[in-house]
């Protein structure tokens, strides 16, 4: 079957449940899963910065994307993140993504060491290739992977390769983000990453938003996407304005650990995070959900 884009609604980069001992718990993948289908996401993407994907092995990093595409079953398409250091690595992973069933896979630039734009190019053109037709999106977030995709290589990816169908980009870049919109007839995907910026990009035209906030808040994130496609702005001006306090809330008590101290207070027990990250203390997701609750934001269990 054909790539179908995305054309609108939020892809939440789904957190990874961990066991006490910081290993996988797949067991929660299917309810975490139901939680955010139920919650209005409209695709679920495995193993992204939210997800700790660079801290796991090649293997639990495999059992993860195939737990997920197995508990989605379906519903909404799942988009692997398949990015690694090494162009063999990102090869194995993004083929294996394809061979258990997921829609796309979704490729970082590969991070620590800098590249020029020639290393980057040769990096994707070898995955896209060895993909073998698989739909892969490009994804940039050269604040944590210190490399930058330019709009011209996302250009030339683009219009070289039928299966190089989207970007994620997480840079705030929008004017890049615009520059790429109307590639290919506007079938080739943007999703927008950084949360404060969901509203600004869809104004702007773009597809729709991966949005860490989606896992905990999905609600909110979720309404700004309804709203503006309602044409409800100012509806969607209030939710966005709420998810930017939100975030600064989140984002001071430690993020991703917060995080997954708040799905625990919902009702999904997920875990702490994997070293050598630090699980926040009871004490500051209290003191978070506190601060959450003064905002007016439902909280309430599952």
């Known amino acids: 079957m054909p790539y179908q884009p995305i054309k609108r609604g ?14 996988i718990n797949p067991d929660m993948i299917g309810p975490l899963v139901d939680f955010l289908i139920d919650k ?10 939210t997800g700790e994907g660079p801290l796991f092995s090649t293997d639990e990093r495999k059992a993860v994307a195939a737990a997920t595409v197995e508990a989605v ?18 090869i194995k992973l993004t ?8 829609d796309t896979a979704s490729v970082i630039t590969p991070w620590y060491f800098l590249h020029n734009e020639a290393a980057l190019e040769m990096h994707y053109r070898a995955i896209l290739e060895a993909a073998d037709g698989f739909p892969v999106w490009l994804y940039n977030l050269p ?24 970007l994620k980009d997480s840079s705030g870049d929008l004017l890049a983000m615009f520059a790429v919109n109307q590639l290919k007839d506007g079938r080739f995907n943007t999703a927008i990453g ?18 860490g906030s989606s896992n905990y808040v999905p609600e909110i994130v979720a309404g ?17 304005k709420q998810l930017n306090a939100v975030s600064d809330v989140v984002g001071g008590g430690g993020w991703l650990t917060v995080v997954k101290g708040i799905m625990t207070q919902r009702g999904l027990p997920v875990g702490g995070v994997r070293a050598p ?26």
């Open 194 to 211: 950084p949360d404060s910026l969901i509203l600004a990009g869809l104004a702007m035209g773009l597809d729709c938003s991966v949005s």
């Open 10 to 23: 939020v892809i939440c980069p789904t957190i990874t449940p961990l066991k006490p001992n910081g290993d």
């Open 143 to 166: 604040k944590f992977a210190n490399n930058n995709l330019s709009a011209a290589l996302v250009t030339r990816l683009a219009r070289g390769y039928d299966n190089c169908v989207g």
């Open 224 to 240: 700004i996407h309804d709203a503006f496609h309602a044409g409800d702005l100012r509806a969607a001006q209030k939710l966005q």
């Open 277 to 302: 990250m630090i699980t926040a203390s009871d004490e500051t997701v209290r003191a978070c959900m506190a601060q959450l609750r003064a905002l007016k934001v439902d909280l309430s269990g599952l």
């Open 40 to 49: 209005g996401v409209a695709g679920i993407y495995p193993l992204g910065s």
């Open 95 to 102: 083929r294996h993504a394809r061979e258990i069933g997921a």
């Open 73 to 90: 079953a379906g519903r909404v398409p799942v988009i692997v993140h398949t990015g690694a250091m090494t162009t063999a690595e990102a």
